[in-house]
DNA sequence: AGACCCCTGGAC
DNA sequence: GTCCAGGGGTCT
């Protein structure tokens, strides 16, 4: 479900929230994740305050004054919502914090794709899972240089889906980039040229930055940590829209299937060559 | 690079 | 019933 913009949009509606406010206790309802909770994993938090949120790649940071960082990933499915202490919990919630004067926050996933983990603030960009994470797509470190220093012949879709290339980049917004670039997805990513990969920098950046301006994509069930939809959605040009007039040229779009991710495209705006 | 795996739920 | 889904880890 959530790609970068989402899960950003869930931090910035999140972090204001519980910024300085202390974590009472936690309770794990069900501790299958992609890995399994272990019971004691939020213990070390009790008690600590809250600092701030931070986010790298798809990944929530959530930094406690003890020393300890606790992460969160959202998988296809996962969701970070806040309840009141009294109404009834929705299924698949696996985790639940109370935090002073705050409303009740719970980790809600139905497939069970995300993680979360505690770790030590020093051990964190030791962590498996972020060590090898690449560039912030919208940081100053993100340049065309980024794609063109990659090694191999892999199609750029498959590049830009590379996290250890970019972080946080999903299937909607590496379909937009490419449209938006107007290159084709299946490029080798070793033929494009300097200023293909400028402009492909450019249109990233570009459709991320609007993406979290209008709150996220909603598809189906993404909501931010307030419950609301995200209106990116409205400004999809290729993306879920198979057979579809292209917007610029009236092509159909089309879908084809790359390392098993829907790819949508308009095979007269986007140059194989 | 690609196939397969992990899961549930919604559309058809 | 079948197919599809915004994630990514782990094998060959």
């Not at 790609?3 to 309770?27: A, C, D, K, M």
């Not at 983990?117 to 240089?145: A, M």
């Not at 494009?192 to 459709?207: D, G």
């Not at 084809?256 to 829907?262: E, K, M, N, T």
Request: aromatic share 8%; glycine share 6%; hydrophobic share 35%.
């Amino acid at each position: 479900m959530p790609e970068l913009p989402e899960v950003e949009t869930i931090r910035q509606t999140l972090e204001p929230v519980l910024h300085g406010h202390r974590l009472l206790s936690s309770h794990i309802y069900e501790c299958r994740l992609r890995w399994t909770l272990p019971d004691h994993l939020f213990e070390s938090l009790h008690g600590a305050l809250l600092l701030k949120i931070t986010r790298r790649g798809k990944y929530l940071l959530w930094h406690f004054d003890v020393g300890r960082v606790m992460l969160v990933h959202l998988g296809m499915s996962g969701r970070l919502g806040m309840a009141t202490p009294r109404e009834p919990l929705a299924p698949h919630t696996h985790v639940t914090w109370e935090f002073s004067d705050s409303p009740l926050i719970y980790y809600r996933d139905p497939r069970r794709f995300g993680m979360i983990d505690v770790v030590n603030k020093e051990r964190l960009n030791e962590h498996p899972r972020l060590q090898l994470l690449g560039v912030e797509p919208l940081s100053l470190q993100f340049t065309p240089k980024t794609l063109c220093q990659v090694s191999g012949h892999r199609n750029i879709k498959t590049v830009l889906m590379d996290h250890k290339v970019v972080a946080g980049l999903g299937n909607i917004y590496v379909n937009e980039a490419l449209f938006m670039a107007g290159i084709h997805p299946q490029r080798q990513q070793c033929h494009l040229t300097k200023a293909e990969c400028t402009l492909l920098v450019e249109s990233i950046k570009s459709v991320l930055t609007r993406a979290i301006e209008q709150g996220g994509t909603t598809l189906r069930d993404y909501r931010d940590a307030r419950g609301e939809p995200g209106f990116f959605s409205l400004s999809l040009q290729v993306y879920g829209r198979e057979n579809e007039p292209c917007l610029k040229c009236q092509t159909p779009i089309r879908r084809s299937v790359q390392s098993g991710r829907s790819t949508y495209f308009c095979p007269q705006c986007q140059n194989l060559h």
